[in-house]
């Protein structure tokens, strides 16, 4: 059982969630849209561009590194431990905060 404020606020949510639409604004009947594709769909990059090489100029030391890129797009994080700079020999480490 609901008690009566429940119901109300309940009642309040859905007034709010309800459309608020003018009688010029409503729209009786939705028309589809015919859409071709530019290109062929073989032809279409993969997802995250496809493979090939990240170039990394390092400013501090201006060593220049290459790092693969994966099918989908992506680095391996111990990829960037090439990246050196100081005397420990500890490449860059990725940081992802999320």
């Known amino acids: 059982m609901q008690t009566s404020a429940a119901a109300d ?7 709010h969630l309800q459309p608020q639409q003018t009688p ?4 009786t009947s939705v028309e ?11 032809e279409r990059p993969a997802p995250g561009g496809g493979p090939g090489t990240l170039s ?8 220049k590194y290459e ?10 994080g ?8 100081g ?6 480490r990725p940081y992802d905060n999320g």
């Open 32 to 42: 589809p849209q015919v859409t071709k594709a530019e290109s062929d769909p073989k």
């Open 78 to 85: 111990t990829d960037l431990k090439k990246i050196t700079a």
């Open 56 to 63: 990394v100029t390092d400013s501090r030391t201006g060593k």
């Open 87 to 92: 005397g420990d020999g500890v490449g860059i």
């Open 9 to 15: 606020r309940i009642a309040t949510l859905q007034r």
């Open 24 to 27: 010029n604004e409503i729209q």
């Open 67 to 76: 790092i693969p890129i994966s099918d989908h797009g992506t680095i391996k």
